[in-house]
């Protein structure tokens, strides 16, 4: 991989929590524009990892890199505004407020040059123009995370963390959200870091693949490759492989 084409790294990253290692030494990176599938069992440390990039979680030692800068010392905001976002299941804190007026709102918080301008196109990439006028609490679960996915790409954000996106979705909406995903990475060159239970929509869609165990990475590569990795049919996919 050349230094050009990382967008995203993690050098060496450990989290503690008193005596837990949630993370101990965890090192990846993602390229530009590509989905990059993060799986492992549960307390396996994807959550913190997400915490960890976002500026949540205090890094115990280690750097995480964006664009070729160390950010590791920047605040949450601060990292959201370099192009850091991550997506929350945020809907029902607004829950009377119309899609348009949710995706502004956050085109403004964002510092977004033209908010109006900006939520629109972001609407447009999510298909979400049709329920522009329509209130949150009456969107289907797959438009609510469509709307979830579009709060946090306003201001083009270089770089999207997902924390199982799919969870309570139908495997229909699951299927729409992974199309989606796609189309971002292509048409914006979003890098995508996706933590998915869903494991065989996570390797459809996945350029590549880390898989986590105990707060370490024991695999990482092409979907082919850490599928047939011996150490992961036995840690991870076990009697489901
Ligand atoms: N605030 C916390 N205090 C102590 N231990 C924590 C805390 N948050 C997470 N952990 C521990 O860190 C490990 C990783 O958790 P997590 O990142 O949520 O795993 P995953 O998302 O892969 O299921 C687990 O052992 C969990 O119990
Ligand atoms: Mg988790």
Redesign the pocket.
Known sequence: MNAESIILEARDIAIHYGGVKALDGVSFQLEKGEIHGLIGP?GAG???VIDAITGRRKLTRGSVRLDGRDISGLDIIQRRRRGLARSFQRTSIFANLDVREQVVLAAHKVGADAPEQEALEVMGQLDLLSVAHVPAKDLGYGQQRRLDLALALVGRPMVLLL??PMAGLSPQESRELAEHLLQLARDWNVSVLL?EHDTDILFDISDTVTVFELGRVIANGSPETVRTHPRVKQAYLGSAA
């Open positions: 549960n994807k959550s913190t924390d199982e933590v």
